[in-house]
């Protein structure tokens, strides 16, 4: 047994059965253990990012890790945005990296690089593989330190992975999250009975439907205001669950939002801070004097967490949320509002929708607290290019599923190769493309910064010189697209896609 081939039996053994692949010359070995051993479906990505930012997705929508299978150190380094986005998404991923035979390495070969350090900037659990015998144990410390939502980073020189004296690791069980401490859920208690303001503030585990359910019977006990964080993983929104809004981006937003809370109880949540450092600006979000209590830590069981503190309340049980309204259909012309309500209108039973909207994503965000049940999956880490490939690992992962991508025009031109993939493996995603032909969110920063844009900084941020044909970009990758100039055009396209199997693209003329 060569040592790639001990390291697909061991994942397989592990429960991994789903790798996203970009594979070269020291991979090859890899590839043919996957040939032969059945039972691992291989994703071709044509560029790194797109492999690892599905595999963030695939892990969101799982809750088990799939692997990467990637090209040397400027491989792995191709794919570190998606990388750093799967981290603050507290997503597990094992990333397996070929690498330049020990042999060889002394030799200073063109694509020899320092992997391992390069690995460590986003990967906790980096190991380097120097011995096939060893391979079968290495594998299955990888896994399952991802199944632990961290990013596992194997690498496996190329004489150790063709070595004849592979091994098999078992798998490894897996902990269950720790419970909070019963101190915190009484810490908890006493500031929601403390007669001032108090905010519960959730994130990660904790935006699941059983716990937000937990969560309401809280704020219908207490009084005490539910919010999310900024920026979530998964969150799981729609008729039926409480209408929860976000940590607003824009830092005055966030401020005025804020303002009035004494105590902010952490739910599988940090405490709130702005994007960016402003000029005369906190960076905290929260005031001076708001104390943070901690029910959960982004590693504990959150959910159990909310469901004891609610019982420790007496909290009654809270009949599922319906206020009755529906978002409708908006008609004339295509601003980011009426985009947003069209969408939110027309989103089909237990969609997933894959947020890279950039300043057109919130006005999707805010009218679908009464569209049909869905999950909502954001950009984590702020690395732009993660819509396009995570809706492919939210496909994968659940394939009865459709996923809807909102997706800003600039931002999707850095993995725009995922539309490929798409095509390829047949998959049901809409993309909706917000094509304002330009970098929007930029332009807002300006103000942020108190900066001064002139004519050369503005051109600089815009897209229309040329003008990107998204329609043709997707025709050109095997996916059927068309372009909306009204909100009708749109409701008829959106309705079309849902309809139908297979990806469809939609342009947006904003």
């Known amino acids: 047994m060569t040592g790639a081939e001990g390291l ?8 991994v059965d789903v790798c996203f692949a970009n594979p070269g010359t020291t991979e090859m070995h890899i590839v043919a253990a996957l040939e032969t051993i059945p039972g691992i479906r291989c994703v071709l990505g044509l560029q790194e990012n797109v492999v690892t930012g599905a595999a963030d997705g695939y892990w969101r929508m799982a809750s088990k890790p799939a692997a990467t299978l990637l090209h040397c150190g400027p491989g792995l380094a191709n794919g570190l945005a998606n990388l750093h986005n799967a981290r603050r998404a507290r997503s597990g991923i094992v990333n397996i990296v070929g690498d330049q035979a020990i042999s060889h390495r002394p030799f200073d070969a063109p694509l020899t690089a320092t992997t391992e350090a390069w690995a460590l900037g986003i990967s906790p659990w980096t190991r380097t593989v120097m011995d096939a015998t060893a391979v079968g144990r290495d594998a299955a410390d990888a896994v399952q330190a991802a199944r632990q939502g961290q990013i596992a980073t194997l690498i496996l ?3 150790t992975a063709w070595d004849a004296h592979g091994s ?11 419970e909070p401490a019963l101190l915190a859920i009484e810490e908890a208690k006493r500031a929601l009975g403390s007669a001032q303001p108090t905010l519960l503030l959730l994130g990660g585990r904790s935006l699941g439907a059983t716990a937000l359910a937990d969560a309401h019977r809280i704020a219908a006990a207490t009084g005490a205001p539910i919010m999310a964080e900024m920026f979530n993983a998964r969150f799981e929104r729609g008729r039926g669950r409480p209408p929860v809004d976000r940590v607003p981006y824009l830092v005055d937003q966030a401020l005025a939002k804020l303002a009035a809370f004494k105590h902010v109880i952490l739910v599988c949540a940090t405490p709130p801070v702005s994007f960016f450092a402003y000029p005369g600006k906190p960076g905290c979000l929260c005031p001076p004097d708001c104390e943070m209590h901690v029910l959960a830590t982004p590693e504990e069981d959150g959910p159990h967490a909310l469901a004891q503190l609610a019982d420790a309340l007496q909290a009654p049980r809270v009949p599922p949320t319906d206020r009755g309204t529906h978002p409708e259909i908006a008609h004339g012309a295509l601003t980011a ?12 039973e237990n969609a997933i929708v894959v947020n890279e909207g950039g300043t057109c994503g919130p006005a999707v965000f805010s009218p679908s607290h009464d569209s049909a049940p869905h999950d909502w999956l954001d950009l984590t880490g702020g690395a732009i290019g993660d819509g396009l490939p995570m809706a492919i690992g939210a496909a994968i992962a659940a394939p009865s599923r459709r996923v809807v991508g909102l997706q800003a025009d600039g931002s999707g031109m850095y993995t725009v190769q995922a539309l490929w993939t798409q095509a390829r493996e047949r998959l049901d995603v809409t993309t909706v493309v917000f094509s304002n032909r330009t970098y929007g969110i930029l332009l807002h920063e300006f103000a942020g910064v108190a900066a001064k844009p002139g004519p050369t900084a503005v051109h600089l941020m815009t897209l229309s010189d040329p003008a990107i044909d998204w329609t043709r970009l997707a025709d050109g990758q095997g996916i059927e697209a068309a372009r909306a100039r009204n909100c009708e055009q749109l409701a008829d396209l959106l309705r079309t896609s849902f309809g139908r199997s297979g990806p469809f693209l939609i342009e947006l003329c904003m």
């Open 337 to 348: 509002a009426a985009a947003g309500q069209t969408i939110a209108a027309l989103l089909p």
């Open 168 to 178: 098999v690791g078992e798998a490894i069980p897996f902990p269950p999250a720790p």
């Open 8 to 15: 697909v039996h061991t994942l397989l053994r592990s429960g």
């Open 157 to 159: 020189p190329a004489d």
